[in-house]
């Protein structure tokens, strides 16, 4: 099977929307990564998601996700929009800043039912497991016709350890925010991984000394606690997993800071996405549907007007009987 040059497939990419991407040998997980998950797992920290139980040998070598697969192609899509989005602060001054929506203080606010409440930025917009697939399903069309082979896209829907390979094919770096942090950039990015059975030309390297070093402010903006310091964090207070995963109603003792669906305190809070690019992406931008709901509607929102609001969106992730307890929890002041 014929290679296929890295700078024509980097070049197919980018004009598919992608920020950056790299290409990586597939191979199995380094044994010291896979253990350090294991451990964090086996700890519990991985709170509801009974999923990470599961696919263990997969999960190491993704191989067993395609087989004959040669080739890890790791895409970045930017998702961050313009400042002063409508109906949602997505810059950062605003966001830690803006009483309502304090992700330092982890205190009370107040909140009279007229409130925006906070919803992640990535979910914002169009569910990006449609939007990436519409995207890169042309280029994975493209290496299977004109170089032969399969090719398998994986968009956050695999066991595959995508920050990983993404750290393999020269991306970025994991922060002590436990995401994928692209230095300069931040961390406002999808990652999408296509294998195939093909080769390419060229492969990446990882990034050289890039690290947090002894910065924490991630650490130090996380309204609950739930990062540890040392790059992993504690699920069971981490207020992403809180308002979208789990299906049990928040603790008590865990603040949502004004947090209706998702937290970005720690992305905002690092230092590598105070100049974060904006994307081009249209579909990303955020949807005045979604952004213009008060908390008294979503405390008030029916299913079926729920999942009208949310088609194609990333919010379908929720229940509606969760985001309607979140809601009434921010009238409560929590």
């Known amino acids: 099977m014929k290679k296929i040059r890295a700078d024509l497939l980097r070049r197919m990419i980018l004009d598919a929307g992608a920020y950056s991407c790299g290409f990586v040998p597939a191979d199995a997980v380094d044994a010291a990564d896979m253990d350090l998950f294991m451990r964090w797992r086996d700890s519990g920290a991985h709170a509801g998601m009974s999923y990470l139980e599961r696919n263990d040998a997969v999960r190491t070598d993704p191989r067993l996700l395609l087989e004959g697969a040669r080739t890890l192609i790791v895409c970045l899509f930017n998702y961050h929009t313009e400042e002063h989005s409508p109906g949602c602060l997505t810059d950062r001054k605003s966001r830690l800043d803006f009483p309502e929506a304090d992700s330092r203080a982890g205190t009370a606010v107040p909140d009279r039912g007229n409130s925006i409440p906070y919803i992640a930025e990535y979910a914002r917009g169009r569910d990006y497991h449609l939007e990436l697939r519409d995207r890169l399903l042309p280029v994975s069309r493209f290496l299977t016709e004109r170089y032969g082979g399969e090719a398998r896209i994986c968009i956050d829907s695999a066991p595959l350890r995508e920050r990983y390979w993404a750290v393999r094919a020269g991306l970025g770096f994991c922060g002590r925010n436990c995401q994928l942090i692209v230095p300069g950039a931040g961390s406002?990015?999808?990652?999408?991984?296509?294998?195939?059975?093909?080769?390419?030309?060229?492969?990446?390297?990882?990034l050289e000394y890039a690290t947090c070093g002894t910065c924490r402010a991630c650490v130090d903006a996380c309204p609950t606690g739930a990062l540890r310091g040392d790059g992993?964090?504690?699920?069971?207070?981490?207020?992403?997993?809180?308002?979208?995963?789990?299906?049990?109603?928040?603790?008590d003792d865990i603040?949502?800071?004004?947090?209706?669906?998702g937290c970005d305190?720690?992305?905002?809070?690092?230092?590598?996405?105070?100049?974060?690019?904006?994307?081009?992406i249209e579909a990303f931008r955020p949807r005045t549907d979604i952004c213009s709901m008060t908390t008294a509607d979503w405390c008030d929102i029916g299913t079926g007007a729920f999942r009208r609001l949310t088609t194609e969106s990333a919010m379908t992730r929720a229940r509606v009987g969760n985001i309607r307890a979140n809601a009434r929890c921010l009238l409560e002041d929590k």
Do not use: M, Q
């Open 232 to 251: 992993t964090l504690d699920a069971r207070r981490c207020l992403s997993y809180l308002t979208i995963e789990s299906r049990l109603p928040v603790p």
């Open 255 to 261: 603040p949502l800071a004004g947090n209706l669906y």
């Open 188 to 206: 406002a990015f999808f990652i999408a991984t296509v294998l195939w059975t093909g080769e390419v030309d060229g492969y990446s390297v990882p």
């Open 265 to 280: 305190a720690c992305r905002l809070a690092c230092p590598h996405g105070r100049k974060a690019p904006v994307t081009d």
